[in-house]
């Protein structure tokens, strides 16, 4: 069990791409700017994708021209192509997250792209990255279960995040975007990735569609990852994932980590607030039961 964690909070990005309702770039701003505020280090504030496949994120320029951008804190943002590491390179970001999936179908719905294609299409952004001294993350989706081809090896996991890797990518997230993995199959995929790619460089990131997330984050955590993906309030999906529900709320991770003396140089009254805060805006009860704890105390 590592003694600190790095919680990489994706509400922002993965928490609002999926909501039908348009949120106002003024809400956009002051969600990440009160996150800046709870002691979290890495927050991944919007997406430099299609407009066209997510309106929500539209306005990725003007959140990210918006925000204060504290010393000490990423600001990661996710890049799809060259087009979309222009945009973001105009906005002025310095952290970029890269996108594929260990699963051929989903990856044709969400980018359009074979996973070598898409793979292709990260070279000449890498490439750039590394000229222009900008960090790169790396996604790897669909690591416990694809919506449409199901099943997906664990070899094929292994394969995508070593490539990410010797790519540049100086960390990896494994994603269960549609959350149906399980901790003994978790355990088992990290273990098996953590074989070819240091422990270090992995990060985990999960849906709580099937109630395992949390779960799941633990088996991980005894495994000895150190960076956890979450979302605030327990927001999130993707819209190219049938079925995708919520992350794994940044909260409830919280509570547990501090729980298990792990540090996390997070204040969670003020992040269950956020959490609380995002909820009213987003019309629905928050999606963490230790935000909810909290408000009813
Ligand atoms: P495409 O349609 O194949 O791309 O989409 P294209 O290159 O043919 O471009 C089509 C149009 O989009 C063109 O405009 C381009 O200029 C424009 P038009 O000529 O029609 O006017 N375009 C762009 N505009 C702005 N920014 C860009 C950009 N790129 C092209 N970056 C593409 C391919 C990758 C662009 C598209 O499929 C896309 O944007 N997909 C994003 C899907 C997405 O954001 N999904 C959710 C994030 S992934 C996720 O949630 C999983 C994760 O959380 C981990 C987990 O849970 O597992 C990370
Ligand atoms: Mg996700």
Redesign the pocket.
Known sequence: MPVDVRIVE?GP??GL??EKTLVSTADKIELIDRLSATGLRSIEAT????????PQ?ADAAEVYAGIERRPGIAYPV????????D?ARAAGVAEI?V?T?ASEAFNRT????SIAESLQ?FTPVLDRARADGVRVRG?????LGCPYQGAVPVADVVRVARALHEMGCYEI?L???IGVGTPAAARAMLRAVAAEVPMPALAV?F?DTWGQALANVLACLEEGVAVI?SAVSGA??????KG?SG?VASEDVVYMLHGMGVRTGIDLDRLAETGNWLASKLGRASGSKVGQALAAR
């Open positions: 994706v990005r993965d791409q999926n997406s430099f994708v299609s407009p066209k496949w997510v994120l996710l890049v799809p192509n060259e087009t979309g590491y945009r997250a996108f999936a969400n980018i359009n792209a299409r996604y790897v989706s669909t690591v997230s994603g269960d975007t990131h849906h993906d999130g999906g993707c819209p190219y994932a995708a992350n």
